[in-house]
């Protein structure tokens, strides 16, 4: 059940829906709030979110594996070559995945227990090795190889967030793809355990999404509206 609590920075509403999303941004402060037992505290800040043309907004609804979800947040990363953006996805049972959008191309994910992996190259990135694009591996009986792996750091954040994200925050970030188009995905930052993600690429009409973002110059497809 949502609650309504109040910024300890400003005092405008913020809205926790799960209890499973310990964190919020202030959407009028931008600072990061966290709620600590029965208490909330301000983490730090985030900046201001910079302009970019991606369809999906907070607010944007979909389906997956025959689940619904509704986007509720945001994290904007960046790395010397560009950027990209995870958006929190709530499907209706209270989880939740991350549907990442980079260039173009969407992948949804869904943490999972890193001992659930017994590929040695998980397990040894999980426990601060580098991983080289191109190394393969197998995750449950599935072929893989990196296609990225990379430092990169928070630009912004916005919404409700499982962690409390701040400008600068940084994570090691590896991506595995499968032939099938399966995906794999193992974080790392310091002073936190790693986390390990599963699921696949899709694309943006196997979502079904509604109220995708207007863009100008581009035709919203009809099943978005």
């Known amino acids: 059940m949502a609650k309504s609590e109040n910024c300890p920075n400003c005092g405008a509403e913020v809205v926790f829906r799960s209890s499973g999303l310990p964190a919020v941004i202030c959407d009028y402060c931008h600072s990061t709030v966290k709620r600590i037992g029965e208490a909330l505290e301000k983490i730090g800040e985030v900046a201001a979110l910079p302009f970019d043309v991606s369809p999906i907004q907070r607010g944007t609804t979909g389906k997956y594996d025959g689940r619904n979800f509704e986007v509720i947040g945001r994290i904007r990363l960046g790395y010397e070559q560009g950027s990209w953006n995870d958006w929190l996805c709530l499907f209706s049972d209270m989880t939740h995945g991350w549907l990442s959008e980079s260039d173009g191309q969407f992948q949804m994910v869904i943490e999972q227990p890193l001992e659930s992996s017994h590929s ?106």
Not at 141 to 154: E, I, L, N, S, T
Not at 164 to 172: F, H, L
């Open 120 to 225: 040695d190259l998980v397990q040894r990135i999980a426990a601060g090795g580098d991983a080289v694009p191109g190394d393969r591996t197998e995750i449950d009986g599935q072929p893989y190889f990196v296609a990225d792996a990379r430092w990169a750091r928070c630009i912004s954040a916005e919404g409700e967030l499982p962690f409390a994200a701040t400008t600068g925050w940084s994570v090691y970030n590896v991506d595995f793809r499968n032939p099938a188009g399966l995906s794999a995905n193992v974080e790392r930052e310091e002073g936190e355990p790693p986390g390990f993600y599963m699921g696949r690429y899709v694309s943006l009409a196997e979502l079904e999404p509604r109220y995708l973002r207007e863009i100008q110059g581009w035709a919203r497809p009809e099943y978005a509206a």
